[in-house]
C-alpha cells in the first residue's frame, strides 16, 4: 500500500510542476489508467497524452494493474528509519519511459468469486532493457545484493 501513497505523491508533485495535470476524472484515476494527463487533453485520451505515476521499493521489477500505452513514471524508494540522508523516506531512482501493451505480460489473478485474493497483474517485461537509463539517480543510494541501501559514508 505504501507504494500507492508514493505514486500518489509523485502525481500530485507532477500536478503542481509540470506539463501533466491530474486526471479530473477521479473515479477513473482512483482505479484505472492514467493517473496524469497531458495538460488541457481532451477526453479520450491518446497514448501520448497520458501518463502513469506508480512507486516501487523494487530495484526493476514493475507490476501494474493495466497494461495500458503511454507513459509511465516509477518513482523507487527506500524506507530509512534512521533518516541517514535526513528523511524517512528516500526516492533512489526515478524511471520514465513510454510503455507499449507488448512490453507488459499477464500475471494472472487469484480472486476468485467468494471474494479475496490478488487483483489481476502485468508485470513489464525486461525492465532493464524497456526503461533504459534512470531520469534520476540519487547519489546516496547504491544495490547490494539486489536491495537499495543508503551507501556507506554518506
Not at 489508467?33 to 526493476?60: C, H, N, T, V
Not at 499477464?106 to 471474494?115: H, L
Not at 525492465?127 to 546516496?140: E, S
Request: charged share 25%.
Amino acid at each position: 500500500m505504501f507504494s500507492a501513497i508514493i505514486g500518489i505523491l509523485g502525481t500530485k508533485a507532477l500536478d503542481a510542476v509540470s506539463p501533466y495535470e491530474k486526471n479530473p476524472h477521479k473515479h477513473l484515476a482512483a482505479s484505472r489508467f492514467p493517473d496524469l494527463r497531458r495538460r488541457g487533453a481532451k477526453m479520450p485520451l491518446r497514448p501520448m497524452d497520458s501518463l502513469e505515476s506508480k512507486g516501487s521499493k523494487r530495484p526493476y521489477a514493475v507490476d501494474s494493474h493495466c497494461d495500458h500505452e503511454g507513459w509511465c513514471i516509477i518513482w523507487r524508494y527506500l524506507v530509512d528509519p534512521t533518516e541517514s540522508v535526513g528523511t524517512p523516506v528516500v526516492i533512489w531512482r526515478v524511471d520514465c519511459a513510454y510503455l507499449r501493451k507488448a512490453d507488459w505480460r499477464y500475471q494472472g489473478s487469484t480472486a476468485g468469486s467468494s471474494g479475496g485474493g490478488r487483483a489481476h497483474t502485468f508485470n513489464l517485461r525486461g525492465p532493464k532493457r524497456v526503461l533504459g537509463v534512470p531520469a534520476y539517480v540519487n547519489p546516496q543510494v547504491r544495490l547490494s545484493s539486489g536491495k537499495p541501501v543508503i551507501a556507506e559514508g554518506q
